[in-house]
């Protein structure tokens, strides 16, 4: 009797009893093959079909990383609808805010990752995950190549090949080192949980060297010089958390040398935290000067050898070199090779960041998008579509856009050109009636073209590029999942804004980024915080909130637990200050 006879005969035997939408019937064969059969309730015959074609039914969504970006999107997304396969180098996903607090002890690495494979493991159908690295993309044949980076002797191939439908490149950037001659070789970052241990290994080493006999004054002063370049809040948070481990813990089991350490941050700019309201700025650089950590402005790292670092004075076009036993190199990001090589094949290649659209979908490509720090959304300027805006709003097609017409489009302009809400926010324009006011002041019932487009002519100023931040990358990571959970669903029934220069309307809405605050640890258990609307804390209290903002944003409980552990037992035993 034959496979397929077999299963005619067991399918007729099943027939008239009340199953579920569909029976499946298993077999395995000893040659090791899986056939599998199904039997609907409706009269249509089936055959017997490979259960390998029934999953190629579902669209292949490659997901290329497991940062804030990657997490987000797989943690949110309907799994069951796709063939998910997710390929990284690292299979955790990292609490990086944290990373500067690994550095010194306060927090143990392990206590801010969470397998990626747990996170994975709760979502609503199958993920698959492999560790490795993808290495080229090549999005002609909608495919990529990967290379496993686990070092060892195990047997096995280290390359292969993943098609994809959908690809979401999601895997973060590189250190900027700005070419700066030495950097590679002689700087320590601070991007993966890899280098925070490091960099707590390197600050004992200099310790302990620090106090062998046979140094002199100067040699000492040396290996415990620590310099941060970059005055952003990674490098900044890193200062604070390296002044408190000295203060509370190693100036207690290295009495002898406390007095000639020195801690040294240099920033480019005229500011550090300049990204921050000017009044935190203010007052971090007022604190690390009263904390005794050396603050120097103005200053750009020329080059980094092994025992010294160089940098040009700008105000006075001076060069001087300092020794250091530590520096660490925190000044930015820059584009990954991989995704160089991408941005070649599409046409991108005379950019500096991947471009998407608003809707976070790569430009040039149909099927991939790129969340997180990546990628950039090159917004469309509104002055590109005036005309077609103009054209759009004029129904009666008169010549003149009155208040009315445009009270009609107003909501559909805003959400399409988000730059024009920040505009009638900064401008204080409460109606649509203030934006159509003349020169003096003067309401106006309509305008022409050309009084629209000089209406509008500014509003295009307000765009901004997003901050590489763990809250962009989280919020993008999470749109991109809700709308392939509703792909379908829109195109009956699209929930975007109206096409001004087409028919109809789009799918979805645009990305739109929603500030909700940032931190800035200035050590000492103070804080600042800049928070929605204009609101400016510093302090302890601030250090409080702090503490409660960042345990609740945990992946999971697990971690959750791990973090106020560790700095309960720091406030109770101090950082622990083995070199493991």
């Known amino acids: 009797m034959t496979i397929f006879s077999f299963f005619t005969r067991a399918s007729k035997a099943f027939h008239g009893y009340p199953v579920a939408s569909k029976l499946l019937l298993v077999c395995t064969l000893s040659s090791g093959g899986l056939v599998a059969y199904s039997e609907s309730q409706s009269d249509i015959g089936s055959a017997g079909v490979v259960v390998d074609q029934i999953e190629t039914k579902k669209k292949k969504v490659v997901v290329l990383g497991t940062g804030w970006a990657g997490t987000s999107f797989l943690k949110d997304l ?11 180098p690292r299979n955790y996903f990292a609490f990086t805010p944290l990373l500067p607090s690994v550095t010194c002890g ?17 979502r609503n159908g199958e993920v698959q995950f492999f560790e490795a690295e993808c290495v080229k993309i090549d999005a002609s044949n909608n495919k990529i190549l990967c290379r496993s980076n686990i070092e060892s002797n195990l047997v096995g191939n280290d390359e292969f090949f993943l098609e994809y439908d959908y690809l979401v490149i999601a895997i973060g950037a590189q250190v900027n080192t700005f070419n700066t001659p030495g950097v590679m070789e002689n700087c320590h970052f601070l991007k993966e949980v890899e280098d925070a241990q490091k960099i707590r290994r390197t600050v004992i080493d200099c310790f302990e060297k620090a106090i062998l006999p046979g140094l002199s004054e100067e040699e000492r002063r040396a290996n415990l010089h620590f310099v941060v370049v970059g005055g952003g809040p990674t490098g900044v948070e890193f200062a604070a958390e390296l002044h408190d481990f000295l203060e509370e813990d190693l100036h207690k089991l290295y009495p002898g040398v406390k007095d000639l350490v020195k801690i040294s941050l240099i920033q480019s700019g005229d500011h550090i935290l300049n990204m921050f309201d000017e009044r935190i700025s203010s007052f971090a650089e007022q604190k690390f000067n009263r904390d005794g950590i050396d603050v120097q402005t103005g200053c750009r790292v020329v080059s980094v050898s092994d025992k010294e670092i160089t940098m040009k004075v700008k105000s006075k076009g001076e060069i001087c070199s300092i020794p250091h036993g530590l520096v660490v190199w925190s000044t930015g990001v820059g584009t990954r090779p991989v995704v ?28 991939v998008y790129a969340i997180g720090d990546c990628a950039t959304i090159d917004q469309r300027k509104i002055m590109e579509d005036i005309s077609a805006i103009f054209e759009a709003a004029d129904e009666d097609k008169s010549g003149f856009l009155t208040v009315g017409e445009l009270r009609d489009v107003i909501d559909d302009i805003i959400m399409r050109y988000p730059q024009l809400g920040l505009y009638l926010t900064s401008k204080h324009l409460a109606d649509v009636t203030d934006l159509l006011k003349d020169s003096e002041g003067n309401e106006r019932k309509e305008v022409d073209i050309e009084g629209f487009r000089l209406a509008l002519s500014h509003v295009d100023s307000q765009m901004k590029s997003l901050p590489a931040t763990a809250q962009v990358a989280a919020q993008q990571g999470s749109y991109l999942s809700r709308c392939f959970n509703r792909r379908d669903q829109s195109h009956k029934n699209p929930e975007g804004p109206r096409r001004f220069t087409g028919s109809g309307r789009h ?24 928070l929605p609307g204009d609101w400016v804390s510093v302090g302890h209290s601030t250090q409080w909130l702090w503490y409660s903002v960042y345990a609740s944003k945990q992946v999971s409980w697990r971690t959750r637990v791990l973090v106020v552990s560790d700095w309960t037992r720091k406030f109770i035993f101090g950082r622990d200050s083995s070199r493991i």
Request: hydrophobic residues 40%.
């Open 106 to 122: 306060t927090v143990e690495a392990r206590s801010i990752v969470e397998p990626i494979r747990k996170i994975i493991k709760k």
């Open 78 to 88: 309907d799994a069951s609808r796709y063939d998910v396969r997710v390929v990284s």
């Open 340 to 367: 160089k090589d991408f941005m070649e094949q599409i046409g991108q290649g005379n950019r500096r960041i991947l471009a998407t659209n608003e809707w976070l979908r790569v430009k040039g490509c149909e099927n």
């Open 507 to 530: 799918n979805f809405q645009p990305f739109l980024y929603k500030h909700f605050g940032q931190f800035a640890p200035l050590g000492g258990e103070q804080a600042a915080a800049e």
